[in-house]
């Protein structure tokens, strides 16, 4: 047949069969061959010693044509791609790989699934287009930042109710902490903190971007004004008691660290939990105990510096004072406060004019003065104020003297009377008479 006639080469072998053949019509000395080709001359001469026996095709490589000595049994090919379809439908070739190897027992390599899937239309090659940003060296030291922010996401997918999950990552290590609430605000926002002190210690600063939670939005008053201060989230006003420094984000991008980090989350721990069958923020949370350790060990980065810039919290801080909502009241003269529509009494003499309202963590409350506890109740029910005797209104009774008694006129009469005025000494009176 014809197509018996054609030899398959490559470029590489097209210009070495040129050589080599030169070699055979002594053209060219086997040295100089070697030298051009880097090979030695003692493989040079193997290759004319095949190119004689065998012809031109002695020159293609033998290993072409035939399966790879590495190839995979296509019963473990077959076994991998069913489990992807019957259990991990949807997961990404590396974090499938990582399921097989941990759980089923299948080692192998993200590109060699990534190529199955691909061959079995089970996964498309995807490209993003990526807009220009200005690059930001990493911080050299562990806990010299810490970028912050809450995910809105349906974690849970539909098994539960939607929840927030606050992530914590190291700009330096990118050592992730995170935890799941209901929604995101004060409280969670301190709550998480509270948890990454007692877990790492105080780090140098925080990176976060404007949500109502990390910066107020409140004007500044006239006293901000005159000490040159603006106002402060209650999460900002713990963080300055703390010596951490804030630091507010102009766009998601320039926190981009945590961002990466909530698309990896969405990815990896939505279907780690769609696998634990997870049903709730507190099987959620603990999950995320075991979870995390193996997250860190995998995608941690060592820091610049080896030095932990992380601060250990001084035994004489009570954090939950700190980290909770303060508000300030006014103290009525009767030594009440009103508080959310709520009314509380003193019980102790105070020369206080003024009283602060916390609010924790844990859900308990303190009104205090000066940083020391008052002792205080709730007014269930305001008593009732005693209201005034209504009066009564005497009817008027007209003078004697009264300009009306001057006149006589039948009931269907209407009188208009007009201003006296003196014109040549005479005064002018008009009665209208209407029927």
């Not at 040549?424 to 008009?430: A, D, I, L, V």
Request: net charge positive; proline share 5%.
């Amino acid at each position: 047949m014809a197509g018996e006639d054609i030899i398959m080469m490559s470029q590489k072998e097209l210009s070495r069969l040129h050589l080599i053949r030169k070699v055979l019509e002594k053209k060219l000395k086997q040295v100089n061959a070697a030298n051009i080709l880097r090979l030695s001359t003692r493989q040079i001469r193997r290759i004319i010693k095949r190119v004689r026996k065998e012809g031109d095709k002695a020159i293609v490589h033998k290993s072409r044509g035939r399966p790879s000595n590495r190839k995979l049994p296509e019963k473990l090919k077959d076994r991998a791609i069913k489990l992807y379809r019957d259990k991990y439908q949807g997961f990404g070739p590396t974090l499938a790989v990582e399921e097989l190897e941990e759980t089923d027992k299948i080692k192998l390599s993200d590109e060699t699934l990534r190529l199955w899937l691909i061959a079995e239309g089970q996964w498309k090659k995807s490209r993003k287009s990526r807009k220009h940003r200005a690059w930001r060296e990493r911080k050299h030291h562990f806990g010299e930042m810490l970028q912050l922010d809450g995910s809105h996401h349906d974690w849970l997918e539909a098994r539960a109710p939607e929840c927030v999950l606050m992530g914590y990552i190291d700009d330096a290590t990118n050592t992730v902490f995170a935890r799941f609430y209901t929604y995101e605000g004060t409280f969670p926002a301190m709550d998480s903190f509270k948890r990454y002190i007692n877990k790492h210690g105080l780090p140098q600063s925080i990176y976060l971007d404007k949500h109502t939670t990390y910066k107020s939005t409140a004007k500044p008053t006239i006293e901000d004004e005159l000490n040159n201060t603006k106002p402060l989230s209650q999460f900002e006003r713990a963080l300055n008691e703390l010596g951490v420094e804030v630091i507010h984000a102009q766009s998601p991008q320039a926190k981009g660290r945590v961002e990466r980090l909530f698309g990896t989350f969405q990815d990896r721990l939505i279907k780690k939990m769609r696998l634990e069958k997870i049903k709730t923020v507190d099987q959620a949370n603990r999950f995320l105990k075991h979870y995390l350790p193996k997250h860190n060990k995998r995608f941690r980065v060592s820091a610049l510096e080896k030095a932990d810039l992380h601060r250990a919290l001084p035994q004489n801080i009570n954090l939950d004072k700190i980290l909770c909502i303060k508000t300030e009241h006014p103290l009525r003269n009767d030594f009440t406060a009103a508080h959310n529509k709520k009314l509380y009494q003193i019980l102790q003499p105070t020369t206080a004019k003024k009283v602060t309202v916390e609010e924790r963590i844990n859900g308990t409350m303190f009104i205090t003065y000066k940083g020391k506890p008052l002792k205080y109740k709730q007014i269930a029910k305001k008593p009732a104020q005693a209201k005034p005797e209504p009066k009564i209104k005497k009817p008027f009774i007209p003078p004697k003297d009264h300009p009306y008694k001057s006149f006589k006129v039948s009931p269907y009469t209407y009188i208009h009377s007009y201003p006296q005025k003196e014109e040549s000494g005479k005064e002018e009176k008009e009665l209208l008479q209407v029927h």
